[in-house]
């Protein structure tokens, strides 16, 4: 008696294939914006907390250096072009490279993302838009004769629509009371320009 021989197939038709690689890209070109949109968000709150730990970079050197410390942009008339802080040693409230103690220099930040400031950070703000402290570590404005507001810094996305602009944005504000903190206006009642805190 013979064995029986099965007839046996290893590996896919060409059919298969080219079914399996279908799925694949419909599923991909469905999943794609959804990533892009999941990583620029995250982009965003990164960023925000960034500009936080810079703030508090400044107000911790003004209070350990009992000197004024500053936030800048590095470009003075946009703050998505990055930004310095620095200690200033020769109390002129400006930044003198070479004299002033650079604490830390951010690069600009992705194209599809804009800050901007009001009071005392806005771009208008004559001599430099500036996020000051005392050596107390309180906030102080440049020149220190001026009304002490709080600041907020806008962070946005410029890549989407205005519908759901607001689930975009975040907002990094400083009391008078040096206190920071970030926030999301459309999870957060108080987070707004002009909020206390």
């Known amino acids: 008696m013979k064995p029986c021989k099965r007839n046996q197939t290893d590996g896919f038709t060409l059919v298969e294939l080219m079914s399996t690689l279908a799925v694949a890209a ?7 914006p959804s990533f892009i949109s999941f990583q620029r968000n ?12 810079a703030i508090n970079s400044a107000r911790g050197e003004a209070m350990k250096t009992g000197r004024n410390a500053y936030v800048i942009p590095i470009n003075t008339s946009n703050w998505s072009g990055g930004w310095r802080v620095y200690v200033d040693l020769n109390g002129n409230d400006s930044y003198d490279a070479g004299t002033d103690m650079l604490v830390l220099s951010e690069p600009a930040v992705s194209s ?11 771009v208008a703000t004559s001599p430099t838009p500036h996020i000051g402290f005392n050596g107390s570590g309180f ?3 440049i020149p220190s004769s001026n009304t002490l507001a709080n600041v907020a810094l806008t962070i946005k996305r410029n890549d989407i629509s205005s519908t759901t602009a607001d689930e975009e944005t975040r907002l990094v504000i400083v009391a ?13 009642r108080s987070c707004n ?5």
């Open 112 to 122: 599809f993302l804009t800050i901007s400031g009001n009071n005392s950070a806005a």
């Open 193 to 197: 320009s002009s909020s206390s805190s």
């Open 139 to 141: 906030a102080r404005s």
């Open 176 to 188: 008078r009371t040096g206190r920071t903190r970030a926030c999301k206006p459309s999870t957060d």
């Open 26 to 32: 419909v599923l991909l070109v469905v999943a794609a």
């Open 42 to 53: 995250s982009e965003l709150t990164s960023l925000a907390n960034k500009l936080v730990g």
